[in-house]
Nanobody
Framework: QLQLVESGGGLVQPGGSLRLSCAAS????????IGWFRQAPGKEREAVSC????????FYADSVKGRFTISRDNTKDTVHLQMNSLNPEDTAVYYC??????????????????????WGQGTQVTVSS
């Protein structure tokens, strides 16, 4: 199956920025929606953002709108999540995941139907002073 590897996490001060990357191996991302999820200690996993290769449409959780930007580099089969104005509530393990667009029309459809079946190992993001 599609292999996804996250990178770019680390420790950053409040107000700082990080750029996460999700790289695919073995398969191209052309036919996948790629979502970013996060799970903080003691909290449920939540969807943060998503980008669909079908039409380039995106999804952002209300908590990150205006601060996070998702993008796709098709030449490298990589999806990035630029995270700005980070605050301690953003601290979590961030995962990227893929939903095949044969089964789901776009990000919203995949998210609504829990269609993300391939997951990366996660990268830790810690926002602290």
């Amino acid at each position: 199956q599609l292999q996804l590897v996250e990178s770019g996490g680390g420790l950053v001060q409040p107000g700082g920025s990080l750029r996460l990357s999700c790289a695919a191996s073995g398969f191209t991302l052309d036919f996948y929606a790629i979502g970013w999820f996060r799970q903080a200690p003691g909290k449920e996993r939540e969807a943060v953002s998503c980008i669909s290769s079908s039409d380039g449409s995106t999804f952002y959780a209300d908590s990150v709108k205006g601060r996070f930007t998702i993008s796709r580099d098709n030449t490298k089969d990589t999806v990035h999540l630029q995270m700005n104005s980070l605050n301690p509530e953003d601290t979590a393990v961030y995962y990227c995941a893929a939903a095949h667009l044969y089964f789901y029309s776009d990000c919203n459809n995949a998210l609504g139907r829990s269609g993300f079946g391939s997951w990366g190992q996660g990268t830790q993001v810690t926002v602290s002073s």
